[in-house]
């Protein structure tokens, strides 16, 4: 058997090996990107990958387009306690038009998504998730023989939510796992772990304490009047001002929670059913909310259907609002904090850095995984970015900025890449050696 020292320079030679491939991935995955519960191209991308590097244990379809695979380690465990480490990427891309020059950026149109037909662009770095996480499935392949333990390499469809009248996202798939890939396996998961590209410091490895991404849930609110022609407003009612009022109102609502509980409601899609002389029927608005503290998320859903309920019928109308695609928060227990950091210290080597920052009010559904087995959501940084005096991130002179996740601008550093793939296959390491856990209270 190898030594861990040994091991562990195997991986790091057999990551460099693949970093070309893994950009040469990401690319072919950024141009051709897939939106939420239709990621099936990428899903076959996915599985002829893993069939390369000689994955037979592959299950596809998984609550959706979802697939995954096993790697059962060769070793026997020192403490004799077989541990299995659950890797996860999402794969899913945005209803957002690409603005970046990069020479294979999208210009995709899905002409058959509800709601569509929308532009589609990896503009939130999935792109880069699942690039890496084939890399590291190749780096581990080829070490097998030596893993004390299993690997599952989870590649999950639909996190930036599916259309509000499907389902999708970790929920299901983890309820799928658990049924049939998961089941088979010698020991359940005990750890989960990922990671999300960030608007930082190219290769700059972060991460947050206990809180790391807000919980959120997906708000559609009706407001319903009488339709009537656009002459004549006094024979009908008008939803459009009650709505109007309702859009205002949610930019208020965090003045009725304590303001150390931090807050976000917010208005981002409405739809009408009117024209220009026509005062439509009703006006539907689709919102989100995020939340970092237990409990708050409840006392602001009775604010919003306070107010929901009584705006509308100032005017004669009525309010409806439905609470859809709720998500926990990611949370990074300490004592799983303390465990990963000398792994990830490791892998950004003395002249990297490894950096606690604030949590994020962004939601990822990786916390269904991590809530069920445990384990650590880091960040990795891709961006043209510096820190102040403050430690705040700015933008590099001469670099492409600091733009966020989301913006049609979005962009992210190839060479950022190879820590990622590190960052996966080290942890996989350490934690199927033992040296990767909480330490018992």
Known sequence: MSTDTDLTDRIDAAARDVEDDVIEWRHHIHSHPELSNREERTASFIVDRLRDFGYDDVTTDIAGHGVAAVLH?????????????????????????????????????????????????????????????????????????????????????????????????????????????????????????????????????????????????????????????????????????????????????????????????????????????????????????????????????????????????????????EFLQQVPPVVNDGGWIDAVLPTLERVAGEDGHVVEVPASMGYDDVSEFINAYGGVYALLGVQDVTVDGDGEPVPEDGGRGLVPNHSPRFYANDDALLTGVRMHAHVALDHLRGALEPEED
């Open 73 to 321: 380690g060769g070793a026997e465990p020192d403490d004799g306690h077989r541990r299995t480490v659950l890797l996860r990427a999402d794969i899913d891309a945005l209803p957002v038009r690409e603005e970046t020059d990069e020479d294979f950026a999208s210009d995709v149109v899905d002409e058959d998504y509800p709601g569509g037909p929308f532009p589609v662009a990896h503009a939130c770095g999935h792109d880069c998730h699942t690039a890496m996480l084939l890399g590291a499935a190749k780096v581990l392949r080829e070490v097998a023989d030596d893993l004390q333990g299993d690997v599952v390499l989870v590649f999950q469809p639909a996190e930036e939510g599916p259309p509000v009248d499907e389902d999708g996202g970790a929920r299901p798939m983890l309820a799928a796992l658990e049924d049939d890939v998961l089941a088979d396996l010698d020991a359940a998961p005990t750890m989960a772990f990922g990671m999300h590209v960030a608007p930082g410091p190219s290769g700059w490895i972060c991460y947050a304490r206990d809180v790391q991404n807000a919980s959120s849930e997906l708000v559609k609110i009706t407001v319903t009047g009488e339709q009537v022609h656009g002459s004549q407003p006094w024979s009908g009612r008008d939803p459009m001002p009650p709505a109007a009022e309702i859009v205002t109102a949610m930019g208020q609502v965090y003045r009725r929670i304590d303001a150390q509980d931090a807050v976000t409601v917010s208005i981002g899609h409405i739809e009408d059913e009117g024209r220009f002389n026509i005062v439509g029927e009703s006006v539907t608005m689709w919102g989100t909310v995020r939340c970092l503290a237990d409990g708050v998320m409840d006392r602001v859903n009775e604010i919003i259907e306070q107010t929901v309920t009584h705006i509308p019928e100032a005017y004669g109308c009525s309010g409806e609002v």
